[in-house]
């Protein structure tokens, strides 16, 4: 019998090279600040070989979202391509070892495990620098029909719609998952990705989507219009539509109603790298658990305030005992 999970998700299989530094760096190598933006091969080994001292941290936007989950006891497991070689070899220990399931074939002979080259500013920004690698030839074969079938979301990470292969997997699980009553979940992931493919989001969110996450910007990106219009367009649709406001918190707009839900203290701002990540998982930990949706986006933002107060976009303290103690 197939394994039930609460959440499968399909997305960029990372490891993140994080490094501190000034904005001179970044305005040195005329990279510009708190950007996220794909590169080849050759200039990450340039911009790698400029970056100070780092660490090495699995990441991959919905592989953090998940990590969140199984953090918060959801049974979850996660879809994306590495390579056969030693950063390949840390990502799934890594995801593994946090609790999500991953059963990915790795590719032989082509490109290397993905990379997310990270800039931390003293001001706690981060300046993403991503070459995707192996990424990219994650195919519709990869793809286990009958676990999207028997889950309850499917999460689909906007990053991962720009190449070809992983588009067409990620249209395949859309439609397992809408023949057989599995919730279909995406993050607009960044404006880049919002500007490059926004009448396929905006057709998405129409006919396929149940729920989606985007951050103030990429919503308004979505519609190029300001908030206020931006968030009166998404509640045209059917979808569950959160709007992460950083500082400002969250709205949750479904069934006509808007819950606005203040963020949750940080004890300090280190990394705000992972903060929509965790966010998500914390959202749709209180979802599988049958929370109401205010309280579904409380517990997005104790998982958020959580991530940024560290390096690295996974948790590092105990999500549930937080949890706990703000809401029981």
């Not at 340039?46 to 970056?51: D, G, I, V």
């Not at 995707?132 to 286990?144: F, I, P, R, V, Y």
């Not at 719609?161 to 859309?174: C, G, H, S, V």
């Not at 206020?228 to 649709?237: F, G, R, T, V, Y």
Request: some cysteine.
């Amino acid at each position: 019998m197939t394994d039930r999970h609460h959440v499968i998700a399909i997305g960029n299989a990372l490891v993140d090279v994080i490094t501190a530094a000034e904005p001179a760096f970044l305005a040195g190598q005329g990279i510009p600040k708190g950007v996220m933006r794909l590169i080849g091969a050759d200039e990450a080994e340039t911009l790698y070989a400029a970056m100070g001292p780092g660490r090495e941290i699995s990441g991959g936007s919905a592989a953090n979202t998940l990590a969140g989950m199984a953090a918060l006891g959801a049974k979850t497991l996660f879809v994306g391509r590495v390579a056969d070689d030693q950063l390949g070899r840390v990502f799934a220990h890594d995801i593994r070892a946090a609790g999500v399931d991953y059963a990915t074939p790795v590719s032989t002979g082509g490109a290397p495990t993905g990379r997310c080259l990270i800039v931390v500013t003293p001001d706690g920004d981060r300046t993403m620098n991503t070459f995707l690698g192996a990424c990219q030839e994650l195919s519709e074969t990869d793809l286990d029909a009958a676990m999207v079938a028997s889950a309850d979301i499917l999460y689909l990470e906007g990053y991962l719609w720009d190449p070809a292969a992983p588009r067409a997997a990620m249209r395949k699980a859309i439609s397992v998952a809408r023949a057989n009553n599995t919730k279909v979940a995406l993050t607009l992931s960044d404006v880049f990705c919002v500007e490059g493919y926004r009448s396929d989001f905006q057709q998405l969110l129409a006919e396929h989507v149940d729920l989606v996450f985007g951050n103030e910007n990429e919503v308004c990106a979505l519609y190029q219009t300001d908030l206020d219009s931006a968030m009166a367009e998404l509640a045209k649709h059917a979808c569950t539509s959160v709007i992460t406001r950083s500082a400002a918190g969250a709205v949750v707009i479904a069934d006509g109603q808007h819950h606005v839900v203040a963020a949750e203290p940080a004890t300090r701002v280190l990394d705000t790298t992972g903060a929509g990540d965790l966010f998500a998982g914390g959202f749709m930990a209180g979802m599988v658990e049958g929370r109401s949706l205010p309280d579904c986006a409380r517990i997005g933002c104790i998982a958020a305030a959580e991530v940024i107060s560290h390096y690295g976009a996974r948790p590092e303290a105990d999500l549930k005992a937080l949890v706990k103690a703000r809401l029981g």
